[in-house]
Protein backbone atom coordinates (compact mmCIF):
# COMPACT_ATOMS: atom_id res chain seq x y z
CA UNK A 1 0.00 0.00 0.00
CA UNK A 2 1.20 3.46 -0.67
CA UNK A 3 -0.18 7.10 0.01
CA UNK A 4 0.67 9.42 -2.33
CA UNK A 5 0.57 13.07 -1.06
CA UNK A 6 1.45 17.05 -1.95
CA UNK A 7 1.66 19.22 1.37
CA UNK A 8 4.22 22.52 2.32
CA UNK A 9 5.36 22.21 -1.98
CA UNK A 10 6.55 18.33 -1.58
CA UNK A 11 5.12 15.82 -3.34
CA UNK A 12 5.70 12.43 -1.06
CA UNK A 13 5.09 8.68 -1.48
CA UNK A 14 4.53 6.74 1.98
CA UNK A 15 4.88 3.18 1.65
CA UNK A 16 3.35 1.79 4.32
CA UNK A 17 4.33 -1.62 5.18
CA UNK A 18 7.87 -0.41 4.65
CA UNK A 19 7.71 2.69 6.33
CA UNK A 20 10.02 4.03 3.64
CA UNK A 21 9.24 7.60 2.31
CA UNK A 22 9.96 8.96 -0.87
CA UNK A 23 10.04 12.84 -2.36
CA UNK A 24 8.98 12.67 -6.22
CA UNK A 25 8.96 15.08 -9.20
CA UNK A 26 5.64 15.79 -10.39
CA UNK A 27 5.89 12.92 -13.52
CA UNK A 28 6.94 10.30 -10.93
CA UNK A 29 3.81 11.62 -8.33
CA UNK A 30 1.32 11.21 -11.48
CA UNK A 31 2.69 7.97 -12.18
CA UNK A 32 2.74 6.66 -8.27
CA UNK A 33 -0.95 8.65 -7.69
CA UNK A 34 -2.37 6.55 -11.39
CA UNK A 35 -0.59 3.41 -10.44
CA UNK A 36 -2.91 2.92 -6.79
CA UNK A 37 -2.40 -0.59 -5.85
CA UNK A 38 -1.65 -1.91 -9.30
CA UNK A 39 2.00 -1.84 -10.34
CA UNK A 40 1.84 -4.48 -12.87
CA UNK A 41 1.69 -2.39 -16.05
CA UNK A 42 3.02 1.51 -16.33
CA UNK A 43 0.00 3.67 -16.30
CA UNK A 44 -0.85 5.73 -19.16
CA UNK A 45 -0.25 9.46 -18.38
CA UNK A 46 -1.50 10.96 -21.99
CA UNK A 47 0.10 14.38 -21.31
CA UNK A 48 3.32 12.97 -20.37
CA UNK A 49 6.37 12.57 -23.04
CA UNK A 50 6.24 8.64 -23.06
CA UNK A 51 10.19 8.21 -22.87
CA UNK A 52 10.22 10.32 -19.94
CA UNK A 53 7.36 8.29 -18.09
CA UNK A 54 8.83 4.72 -19.13
CA UNK A 55 12.21 6.37 -17.52
CA UNK A 56 10.46 7.70 -14.39
CA UNK A 57 8.24 3.85 -14.13
CA UNK A 58 11.27 1.69 -13.78
CA UNK A 59 12.64 3.74 -11.32
CA UNK A 60 9.64 2.91 -9.51
CA UNK A 61 10.01 -0.46 -10.09
CA UNK A 62 13.36 -0.38 -8.66
CA UNK A 63 12.41 0.70 -5.54
CA UNK A 64 9.55 -1.50 -5.65
CA UNK A 65 12.16 -4.61 -6.36
CA UNK A 66 13.90 -3.36 -3.42
CA UNK A 67 11.52 -3.49 -0.85
CA UNK A 68 10.42 0.34 -0.43
CA UNK A 69 7.16 0.92 -2.63
CA UNK A 70 4.15 -1.39 -2.63
CA UNK A 71 5.64 -3.75 0.10
CA UNK A 72 3.28 -6.36 1.25
CA UNK A 73 2.76 -6.59 5.14
CA UNK A 74 4.09 -10.48 5.58
CA UNK A 75 7.05 -10.01 8.06
CA UNK A 76 5.14 -10.30 11.35
CA UNK A 77 1.98 -12.42 12.63
CA UNK A 78 -1.00 -10.44 13.50
CA UNK A 79 -1.44 -12.54 16.48
CA UNK A 80 1.62 -11.00 18.12
CA UNK A 81 -0.24 -7.50 18.08
CA UNK A 82 -2.10 -8.92 20.91
CA UNK A 83 0.03 -8.90 23.65
CA UNK A 84 -0.15 -12.39 26.25
CA UNK A 85 0.17 -11.97 30.25
CA UNK A 86 1.60 -8.87 29.74
CA UNK A 87 3.31 -7.18 32.78
CA UNK A 88 2.19 -3.53 33.92
CA UNK A 89 4.22 -1.33 33.60
CA UNK A 90 2.56 1.72 33.99
CA UNK A 91 0.07 3.71 36.65
CA UNK A 92 -2.13 7.15 36.30
CA UNK A 93 -2.32 7.67 39.76
CA UNK A 94 -5.21 9.55 40.32
CA UNK A 95 -4.24 11.08 43.89
CA UNK A 96 -6.87 13.81 44.15
CA UNK A 97 -10.32 13.47 42.22
CA UNK A 98 -10.92 17.10 42.89
CA UNK A 99 -9.55 20.02 41.25
CA UNK A 100 -9.42 24.35 41.74
CA UNK A 101 -10.45 25.45 37.91
CA UNK A 102 -13.85 24.70 36.53
CA UNK A 103 -12.43 24.14 32.70
CA UNK A 104 -15.82 24.06 30.50
CA UNK A 105 -14.56 21.19 28.02
CA UNK A 106 -13.57 18.98 31.41
CA UNK A 107 -13.72 15.42 30.31
CA UNK A 108 -13.58 14.42 34.56
CA UNK A 109 -17.21 16.43 35.10
CA UNK A 110 -14.56 19.16 36.64
CA UNK A 111 -12.15 16.94 38.40
CA UNK A 112 -14.16 14.53 40.07
CA UNK A 113 -15.34 12.46 37.83
CA UNK A 114 -18.44 12.15 38.66
CA UNK A 115 -17.63 10.24 41.45
CA UNK A 116 -17.28 12.99 44.29
CA UNK A 117 -14.54 15.12 45.15
CA UNK A 118 -11.26 12.79 47.29
CA UNK A 119 -7.93 13.27 48.26
CA UNK A 120 -6.31 9.72 47.61
CA UNK A 121 -4.54 8.93 50.97
CA UNK A 122 -0.78 8.28 50.93
CA UNK A 123 -1.57 5.06 52.11
CA UNK A 124 -3.50 3.85 49.45
CA UNK A 125 -0.82 5.37 47.27
CA UNK A 126 1.54 2.99 48.64
CA UNK A 127 -0.46 -0.03 48.43
CA UNK A 128 -0.51 1.16 44.52
CA UNK A 129 2.86 1.14 44.29
CA UNK A 130 3.16 -2.54 46.14
CA UNK A 131 0.22 -3.45 43.32
CA UNK A 132 2.20 -2.32 40.15
CA UNK A 133 5.18 -3.82 41.77
CA UNK A 134 3.40 -7.42 41.71
CA UNK A 135 2.05 -6.86 38.28
CA UNK A 136 5.25 -5.67 36.29
CA UNK A 137 6.58 -9.21 36.45
CA UNK A 138 10.58 -8.74 35.46
CA UNK A 139 10.26 -5.22 33.85
CA UNK A 140 12.34 -3.04 35.68
CA UNK A 141 11.55 0.58 34.66
CA UNK A 142 7.66 1.69 35.86
CA UNK A 143 5.75 4.96 34.70
CA UNK A 144 3.98 6.69 37.44
CA UNK A 145 1.96 9.47 36.40
CA UNK A 146 0.27 11.82 39.18
CA UNK A 147 -2.99 13.15 37.91
CA UNK A 148 -6.24 14.42 38.52
CA UNK A 149 -8.60 16.48 39.04
CA UNK A 150 -5.25 18.83 40.36
CA UNK A 151 -2.32 16.40 41.98
CA UNK A 152 -0.68 19.38 43.67
CA UNK A 153 -4.32 19.55 45.67
CA UNK A 154 -2.70 15.86 46.99
CA UNK A 155 1.21 16.89 47.34
CA UNK A 156 1.36 15.47 50.74
CA UNK A 157 0.20 11.68 48.86
CA UNK A 158 2.67 12.43 45.78
CA UNK A 159 5.99 13.02 48.28
CA UNK A 160 4.81 10.26 50.15
CA UNK A 161 4.79 8.05 46.67
CA UNK A 162 7.85 9.28 45.72
CA UNK A 163 9.83 8.69 49.00
CA UNK A 164 7.97 4.74 49.21
CA UNK A 165 8.76 4.27 45.77
CA UNK A 166 12.40 5.42 45.85
CA UNK A 167 13.66 4.16 49.09
CA UNK A 168 12.20 0.28 47.67
CA UNK A 169 14.03 0.18 44.33
CA UNK A 170 16.56 -1.44 45.02
CA UNK A 171 14.94 -3.98 46.75
CA UNK A 172 12.63 -4.22 44.45
CA UNK A 173 14.78 -4.21 41.61
CA UNK A 174 12.67 -1.69 39.81
CA UNK A 175 13.31 2.01 38.34
CA UNK A 176 10.42 4.76 39.00
CA UNK A 177 9.97 7.70 36.21
CA UNK A 178 7.25 10.00 37.66
CA UNK A 179 5.46 12.41 36.04
CA UNK A 180 3.34 14.96 37.08
CA UNK A 181 0.55 17.12 35.42
CA UNK A 182 -0.83 19.94 36.93
CA UNK A 183 -2.87 22.98 36.08
CA UNK A 184 -0.50 24.96 37.63
CA UNK A 185 -2.28 27.27 39.94
CA UNK A 186 -0.62 25.99 43.37
CA UNK A 187 2.74 26.23 42.24
CA UNK A 188 4.97 27.77 44.56
CA UNK A 189 8.78 28.12 44.65
CA UNK A 190 9.11 25.16 47.17
CA UNK A 191 6.66 22.83 44.52
CA UNK A 192 9.09 23.83 41.79
CA UNK A 193 11.95 22.72 42.91
CA UNK A 194 10.61 19.37 44.28
CA UNK A 195 9.21 18.91 40.44
CA UNK A 196 12.45 20.03 39.05
CA UNK A 197 14.74 17.47 41.32
CA UNK A 198 12.01 14.35 41.36
CA UNK A 199 9.64 14.49 38.53
CA UNK A 200 10.73 13.14 35.31
CA UNK A 201 8.70 14.63 33.23
CA UNK A 202 5.90 17.98 33.88
CA UNK A 203 2.99 18.75 32.12
CA UNK A 204 1.84 22.38 32.14
CA UNK A 205 -1.49 22.98 30.91
CA UNK A 206 -2.43 26.18 29.48
CA UNK A 207 -4.58 26.86 26.50
CA UNK A 208 -2.72 29.32 24.78
CA UNK A 209 -3.20 32.60 24.27
CA UNK A 210 -4.91 34.79 27.63
CA UNK A 211 -8.35 35.23 25.77
CA UNK A 212 -8.48 32.04 24.78
CA UNK A 213 -7.14 29.98 27.92
CA UNK A 214 -9.74 32.84 30.05
CA UNK A 215 -12.52 31.93 28.36
CA UNK A 216 -12.79 27.95 29.18
CA UNK A 217 -10.17 27.53 31.77
CA UNK A 218 -11.28 29.52 34.92
CA UNK A 219 -11.18 28.99 38.60
CA UNK A 220 -13.75 28.33 41.12
CA UNK A 221 -15.02 32.07 41.33
CA UNK A 222 -15.44 31.92 37.35
CA UNK A 223 -12.13 34.08 37.43
CA UNK A 224 -9.08 33.49 34.14
CA UNK A 225 -6.03 31.80 35.73
CA UNK A 226 -3.83 32.78 32.45
CA UNK A 227 -2.27 35.52 34.82
CA UNK A 228 -1.89 33.43 37.94
CA UNK A 229 0.11 30.40 36.16
CA UNK A 230 2.24 31.85 33.38
CA UNK A 231 4.71 33.12 35.47
CA UNK A 232 4.45 30.04 37.75
CA UNK A 233 5.30 27.77 34.40
CA UNK A 234 8.02 29.73 32.98
CA UNK A 235 9.81 29.45 36.08
CA UNK A 236 9.33 26.18 36.45
CA UNK A 237 10.94 25.44 33.09
CA UNK A 238 13.57 28.15 33.47
CA UNK A 239 15.00 26.37 36.16
CA UNK A 240 14.43 22.87 35.08
CA UNK A 241 17.41 20.33 34.20
CA UNK A 242 17.89 20.80 30.19
CA UNK A 243 17.98 16.68 30.25
CA UNK A 244 13.99 16.56 32.09
CA UNK A 245 11.03 16.46 30.11
CA UNK A 246 8.50 19.11 29.94
CA UNK A 247 5.68 20.19 27.85
CA UNK A 248 2.94 22.99 28.12
CA UNK A 249 -0.37 20.90 26.61
CA UNK A 250 -3.35 23.24 25.56
CA UNK A 251 -6.67 22.16 24.05
CA UNK A 252 -8.43 23.03 20.99
CA UNK A 253 -12.04 23.53 20.85
CA UNK A 254 -14.46 25.32 18.60
CA UNK A 255 -14.00 28.54 20.40
CA UNK A 256 -10.19 28.12 18.82
CA UNK A 257 -10.19 26.89 15.63
CA UNK A 258 -6.90 29.38 14.25
CA UNK A 259 -5.19 27.55 17.19
CA UNK A 260 -2.30 27.90 15.34
CA UNK A 261 -2.08 31.07 17.15
CA UNK A 262 -1.99 29.54 20.48
CA UNK A 263 0.58 27.46 19.96
CA UNK A 264 2.94 30.47 18.75
CA UNK A 265 1.72 32.26 21.68
CA UNK A 266 2.82 29.26 24.01
CA UNK A 267 6.33 29.79 22.06
CA UNK A 268 6.45 33.28 22.19
CA UNK A 269 6.60 32.71 26.04
CA UNK A 270 9.65 31.21 25.31
CA UNK A 271 8.50 27.69 25.91
CA UNK A 272 10.26 24.94 23.57
CA UNK A 273 8.33 21.86 23.86
CA UNK A 274 4.14 22.09 22.98
CA UNK A 275 1.43 19.98 22.69
CA UNK A 276 -2.02 21.68 21.83
CA UNK A 277 -4.44 19.16 21.07
CA UNK A 278 -8.01 18.86 19.61
CA UNK A 279 -10.94 18.39 22.28
CA UNK A 280 -12.99 15.03 22.25
CA UNK A 281 -16.32 16.03 23.36
CA UNK A 282 -19.90 14.99 22.74
CA UNK A 283 -21.61 16.31 19.04
CA UNK A 284 -24.10 18.03 21.40
CA UNK A 285 -21.44 20.12 23.62
CA UNK A 286 -21.10 23.39 21.62
CA UNK A 287 -17.26 23.28 21.88
CA UNK A 288 -16.86 20.37 19.84
CA UNK A 289 -15.55 19.71 16.76
CA UNK A 290 -17.66 19.15 13.81
CA UNK A 291 -16.63 17.76 10.19
CA UNK A 292 -17.28 21.30 8.90
CA UNK A 293 -14.08 22.10 11.11
CA UNK A 294 -11.89 20.02 9.28
CA UNK A 295 -10.86 22.47 6.50
CA UNK A 296 -9.77 25.17 8.46
CA UNK A 297 -8.32 22.75 11.29
CA UNK A 298 -5.97 21.38 8.11
CA UNK A 299 -5.01 25.19 7.50
CA UNK A 300 -3.78 25.36 10.81
CA UNK A 301 -1.57 22.71 10.48
CA UNK A 302 -0.41 23.34 7.28
CA UNK A 303 0.06 27.27 8.70
CA UNK A 304 1.86 25.66 12.05
CA UNK A 305 4.23 23.84 10.04
CA UNK A 306 5.38 26.36 7.38
CA UNK A 307 5.85 28.64 10.77
CA UNK A 308 7.73 25.67 12.39
CA UNK A 309 10.10 25.32 9.46
CA UNK A 310 11.13 29.02 9.57
CA UNK A 311 11.62 29.57 13.58
CA UNK A 312 12.99 26.18 14.52
CA UNK A 313 13.01 27.38 18.14
CA UNK A 314 10.38 24.67 19.62
CA UNK A 315 8.70 21.49 19.26
CA UNK A 316 5.14 20.42 18.77
CA UNK A 317 4.32 17.09 19.92
CA UNK A 318 2.10 16.19 16.81
CA UNK A 319 4.49 16.73 14.39
CA UNK A 320 6.95 14.74 16.47
CA UNK A 321 7.23 11.62 13.66
CA UNK A 322 9.78 8.49 13.47
CA UNK A 323 9.88 7.92 10.27
CA UNK A 324 12.20 4.65 11.27
CA UNK A 325 8.84 3.89 12.62
CA UNK A 326 10.31 2.75 16.25
CA UNK A 327 12.12 -0.14 17.66
CA UNK A 328 9.35 -2.19 17.51
CA UNK A 329 6.80 -3.19 14.85
CA UNK A 330 4.58 -4.91 17.56
CA UNK A 331 3.98 -1.86 19.80
CA UNK A 332 3.12 0.18 16.19
CA UNK A 333 0.58 -2.68 16.07
CA UNK A 334 -1.30 -1.87 19.77
CA UNK A 335 -0.83 1.41 20.92
CA UNK A 336 -0.57 2.49 24.10
CA UNK A 337 -1.53 -0.14 26.07
CA UNK A 338 -4.19 1.10 28.66
CA UNK A 339 -6.51 -1.80 30.08
CA UNK A 340 -3.57 -4.27 29.95
CA UNK A 341 -0.12 -2.92 30.57
CA UNK A 342 -1.11 0.99 31.83
CA UNK A 343 -4.18 1.03 34.50
CA UNK A 344 -5.50 4.02 36.43
CA UNK A 345 -5.98 3.95 40.41
CA UNK A 346 -8.67 5.78 41.67
CA UNK A 347 -8.61 7.89 45.28
CA UNK A 348 -10.38 4.89 46.51
CA UNK A 349 -7.85 2.39 44.93
CA UNK A 350 -10.23 1.53 42.20
CA UNK A 351 -9.03 0.13 38.75
CA UNK A 352 -9.68 1.26 35.20
CA UNK A 353 -8.02 0.38 31.51
CA UNK A 354 -7.18 4.66 32.39
CA UNK A 355 -7.75 7.91 33.15
CA UNK A 356 -10.58 8.37 30.26
CA UNK A 357 -11.92 5.70 31.13
CA UNK A 358 -12.58 6.29 35.60
CA UNK A 359 -15.77 6.82 36.95
CA UNK A 360 -17.54 4.21 33.88
CA UNK A 361 -18.59 1.82 35.88
CA UNK A 362 -18.31 -1.07 33.10
CA UNK A 363 -15.14 -0.50 33.31
CA UNK A 364 -13.86 -0.94 36.39
CA UNK A 365 -11.30 -3.71 36.57
CA UNK A 366 -11.21 -4.18 40.14
CA UNK A 367 -8.97 -2.84 43.45
CA UNK A 368 -5.54 -2.77 44.36
CA UNK A 369 -6.75 -3.60 47.83
CA UNK A 370 -8.48 -6.82 47.07
CA UNK A 371 -5.32 -7.77 44.97
CA UNK A 372 -7.77 -8.40 41.96
CA UNK A 373 -7.62 -7.65 38.16
CA UNK A 374 -10.57 -8.67 35.34
CA UNK A 375 -8.78 -10.33 33.00
CA UNK A 376 -11.60 -10.02 30.72
CA UNK A 377 -11.66 -6.64 30.63
CA UNK A 378 -7.63 -6.83 30.04
CA UNK A 379 -8.32 -9.04 27.30
CA UNK A 380 -10.38 -6.75 25.61
CA UNK A 381 -7.86 -4.07 25.71
CA UNK A 382 -5.13 -6.52 24.79
CA UNK A 383 -6.96 -7.43 21.50
CA UNK A 384 -7.43 -3.89 20.32
CA UNK A 385 -5.33 -3.33 17.63
CA UNK A 386 -4.80 -2.15 13.66
CA UNK A 387 -6.01 -5.63 12.83
CA UNK A 388 -9.35 -5.92 15.42
CA UNK A 389 -10.71 -2.41 14.19
CA UNK A 390 -11.36 -2.91 10.63
CA UNK A 391 -11.44 0.59 9.51
CA UNK A 392 -7.45 0.82 10.33
CA UNK A 393 -6.65 -2.20 7.90
CA UNK A 394 -6.87 0.04 4.86
CA UNK A 395 -5.76 3.51 6.79
CA UNK A 396 -2.04 4.25 5.45
CA UNK A 397 -1.65 5.81 8.89
CA UNK A 398 -2.23 2.93 10.75
CA UNK A 399 1.52 2.36 12.01
CA UNK A 400 1.49 5.89 13.09
CA UNK A 401 -1.52 5.68 15.43
CA UNK A 402 -1.82 2.02 16.46
CA UNK A 403 -6.03 2.53 15.93
CA UNK A 404 -6.50 5.84 18.03
CA UNK A 405 -7.30 6.18 21.81
CA UNK A 406 -10.19 3.58 23.01
CA UNK A 407 -11.77 6.13 24.79
CA UNK A 408 -12.02 9.00 21.98
CA UNK A 409 -13.35 5.74 19.73
CA UNK A 410 -16.15 4.80 22.63
CA UNK A 411 -17.49 8.56 22.83
CA UNK A 412 -17.97 9.43 19.96
CA UNK A 413 -19.24 5.54 18.57
CA UNK A 414 -20.12 3.70 21.18
CA UNK A 415 -17.44 1.16 19.82
CA UNK A 416 -13.81 0.57 20.98
CA UNK A 417 -13.26 -1.15 17.72
CA UNK A 418 -14.94 1.83 15.62
CA UNK A 419 -12.25 4.71 14.92
CA UNK A 420 -13.33 8.45 15.76
CA UNK A 421 -13.57 9.81 12.23
CA UNK A 422 -12.93 13.17 12.73
CA UNK A 423 -10.43 12.09 15.12
CA UNK A 424 -8.39 10.13 12.13
CA UNK A 425 -8.66 12.77 10.09
CA UNK A 426 -6.78 14.99 12.37
CA UNK A 427 -4.51 12.82 12.46
CA UNK A 428 -3.34 11.61 9.10
CA UNK A 429 -3.68 15.66 8.27
CA UNK A 430 -1.02 15.89 11.26
CA UNK A 431 0.81 13.23 9.70
CA UNK A 432 1.42 14.97 6.24
CA UNK A 433 3.02 17.79 7.37
CA UNK A 434 5.12 16.10 9.77
CA UNK A 435 6.41 14.13 7.26
CA UNK A 436 6.58 16.79 4.85
CA UNK A 437 8.41 18.78 7.29
CA UNK A 438 11.30 15.99 7.81
CA UNK A 439 11.96 15.96 4.23
CA UNK A 440 12.57 19.51 3.77
CA UNK A 441 14.72 19.12 7.23
CA UNK A 442 16.56 16.52 5.67
CA UNK A 443 17.24 18.10 2.20
CA UNK A 444 15.31 15.83 0.13
CA UNK A 445 12.37 18.67 -0.85
CA UNK A 446 12.96 22.93 -0.40
CA UNK A 447 10.81 24.74 1.22
CA UNK A 448 9.15 28.52 0.35
CA UNK A 449 6.93 30.33 2.55
CA UNK A 450 4.58 31.08 -0.39
CA UNK A 451 3.77 27.64 -0.75
Known sequence: MVHAFSVLGCNIAVDVNSGAVHVLDPLSYALVQAA????????????????????????????KEAGLLDTPMDYVDPADAVPKDAPVKAL??????????????????????????????????????????RKSGKRHNIEVDFFGGEPLMAMDTVKATVEYARAHEAQWGKHFRFTMTTNGVLLSDENIKYFNENMDNCVLSLDGRKEINDKNRLTVNGKGSYDVIVPKFLKLIQ????????????????DNLDFSNDVI???????????????????????????????????????????????KDFNFFHFNVDLSQGPCVIKRMRGCG??????????????????QFVGKEEFKMGSIFEDDFNMEIAN???????????????????????????????NANGDMKKPYRIGCEMQRKRLECAIAMKAIEAGAAEFSEDR
Open 239 to 254: ERDKNKDYYVRGTFTR
Open 36 to 63: GDDYSKMPVLPDADQTEAASAWQELLEL
Open 265 to 311: SIADLGVDSISVEPVTADDSDPYSLREQDLPQIFEEYERLAKIMLKR
Open 92 to 133: CLHVAHDCNLRCKYCFASTGDFGTGRKIMPPDTAKKAIDWVV
Open 380 to 410: TFAGLNIYTREDCKTCWARFYCSGGCSAANL
Open 338 to 355: AGCEYVAVTPDGDLYPCH
